[in-house]
């Protein structure tokens, strides 16, 4: 079965700043999706960026951008230009190709934004 | 708005109770997901539908059955309610290509159990 593992539960960054949350997984599967999901204190579950395992080339949308390392079974999301509506809790998430389409997440990071 | 509906928002019932989630999927979308949300077990797959048919089971208890009907909407029934059924039910939608890979999710159902 597949595992994802956030390591970091809570981070805290300035506004404006840069911060990279982590995430590992663990699969045998050769061919995979990988998802960030962000919930803000709506709970709403916001899909903010994914990336095809077969697609060498880290996913980018904005100011979010991955580091896809498949060898080591990583999935980092960096946020640049911290903005205080990013903060959320931020959920790494697999999702087969074959077989059952269910998502598999993480416990989840607390970001913080400072002013 | 993701395009996914669930109701009712929240929900206040008593141990030992039944109720049922409603969820109408994106228009189009042939996958129906629920998924938990707890303070203990985070974010944890419960069952899937896809046009109509069972399609994948996760950690869903003997308790809880769901179903989707012909016009693709689904239902979560949560019955014999424990406290620790206390939880934010999502439900979540994907497009009718099986491959489709983006889950779109509705608002969540807040059940509390007394």
């Known amino acids: 079965a597949q595992t994802v593992t956030q390591s970091q539960p809570e981070m805290s960054v300035q506004e404006a700043e840069t911060v990279t949350l982590s995430c590992t997984y663990d699969?045998?599967?050769?061919?995979?999706?990988l998802f960030w999901y962000k919930q803000p204190p709506s709970r709403q579950m916001i899909l903010v960026i994914r990336?095809?395992?077969?697609?060498?080339q880290n996913a980018t949308e904005n100011r979010f951008s991955v580091n896809f390392q498949k060898a080591a079974k990583s999935f980092s999301l960096k946020i640049s230009d911290s903005q205080l509506g990013d903060a959320a809790m931020y959920f790494c998430?697999?999702?087969?190709?074959?077989?059952?389409?269910?998502?598999?997440f993480g416990q989840g990071t607390r970001l913080t934004i400072n002013p | 708005d993701s395009g996914v509906t669930q109701t009712p928002k929240h929900l206040i019932t008593a141990t030992g109770q039944r109720v049922t989630l409603r969820c109408s999927p994106r228009?189009?979308?042939?996958?129906v997901y629920w998924y938990q949300q707890s303070l203990d077990q985070g974010l944890q797959f419960l069952i899937q539908?896809?046009?109509?048919?069972?399609?994948a089971k996760g950690n869903i208890l003997e308790r809880f059955s769901a179903q989707q009907f012909p016009d693709l909407h689904s239902e979560l029934n949560l019955s014999s309610l424990e406290l620790g059924d206390s939880a934010l039910y999502f439900c979540?939608?994907?497009?009718?290509?099986?491959?489709?890979?983006?889950?779109?999710f509705g608002p969540g159902t807040r059940l509390t159990v007394l």
């Open positions: 228009s189009g979308d042939l996958s």
């Open positions: 998430a697999y999702r087969s190709i074959q077989g059952a389409q269910k998502l598999v």
């Open positions: 699969t045998s599967e050769s061919d995979y999706y």
């Open positions: 539908y896809y046009n109509g048919e069972e399609r």
């Open positions: 979540a939608s994907s497009g009718g290509d099986e491959d489709s890979n983006e889950q779109f």
């Open positions: 990336q095809e395992a077969y697609k060498q």
